[in-house]
């Protein structure tokens, strides 16, 4: 019951942040390498804290370059954890979709990184993030799909918020970002539309 609460409460709270960016939901959906989670107190890039899960980062994007060193850690821990569960899912499902979310994500990560190293050269980019995901590393069958649906909803749920603030505002200074951002938001809504189907159909949630 518990599970069902929570999967309810995380879609309600996506609708609403998605009106509040003023985002039209009718729209159309569409080398940092991952290492093994480190679980809470590790570090998943060089520079950029970890902490107990929960923490995330703000939701508000103040600029184009807080929009890129935030989405990097929150990638980072996205394809951290899909490599944990492309080899722990009894799903061919969800080992698939461990691997797109691996490939896709790693490549906008070095997207991001080679645009910081080119348009902020010198800057900080070190933030400090703290893992929105629970540790998977230890779990098997059912409670590994499920832990991963539960989790990875909200945290593609950040990235479409983010990504969104940044279109609205105006924020991207570059021409390249905000298509970017518009693939990631679609990518990732249409993911979240994928993996609530999969809680419906496997666990009732």
């Keep these: 019951m518990f599970h069902r609460f929570l999967s309810l409460g995380v879609i309600t709270l996506f609708?609403?942040?998605l009106s509040a960016c003023?985002?039209?939901?009718?729209?159309?959906?569409?080398?940092?390498?991952?290492?093994?989670?480190?679980?809470p107190g590790?570090?998943?890039?060089?520079?950029?804290?970890?902490?107990?899960?929960g923490g995330g980062m703000a939701m508000t994007v103040a600029s184009e370059f807080d929009y890129l060193?935030?989405?990097i850690p929150h990638h980072v821990e996205a394809i951290q954890v899909a490599t944990v569960l492309q080899a722990r899912s009894?799903?061919?499902?969800?080992?698939?979709?461990?691997?797109?979310?691996?490939?896709?994500?790693?490549?906008?990560?070095?997207?991001?990184?080679?645009?910081?190293?080119?348009?902020?050269?010198g800057r900080e980019t070190g933030?400090?993030?703290?893992p929105m995901m629970r540790d998977i590393s230890?779990?098997?069958?059912d409670v590994v799909d499920r832990t991963f649906l539960e989790d990875m909803i909200p945290h593609h749920m950040m990235a479409v918020m983010m990504s969104q603030q940044l279109i609205n505002r105006g924020l991207a200074v570059h021409r390249e970002v905000n298509p970017f951002a518009a693939t990631i938001r679609d990518t990732q809504q249409a993911e979240i539309r994928m993996m609530s189907l999969w809680l419906r159909q496997w666990f009732g949630a």
Excluded: C, K
């Excluded at 159309?28 to 093994?36: C, V």
């Excluded at 590790?42 to 899960?53: C, D, F, L, N, V």
């Design 15 to 17: 609708a609403l942040a």
């Design 22 to 39: 003023g985002h039209d939901s009718r729209g159309p959906m569409n080398p940092a390498g991952p290492g093994p989670m480190g679980g």
């Design 42 to 53: 590790g570090s998943a890039t060089p520079g950029i804290p970890m902490g107990p899960m």
């Design 69 to 71: 060193v935030q989405m």
């Design 90 to 121: 009894p799903r061919t499902e969800m080992r698939e979709f461990a691997a797109t979310i691996i490939a896709t994500q790693s490549a906008e990560v070095r997207q991001m990184q080679a645009w910081l190293a080119e348009w902020y050269p």
């Design 127 to 130: 933030v400090t993030y703290r």
């Design 138 to 141: 230890g779990l098997t069958g």
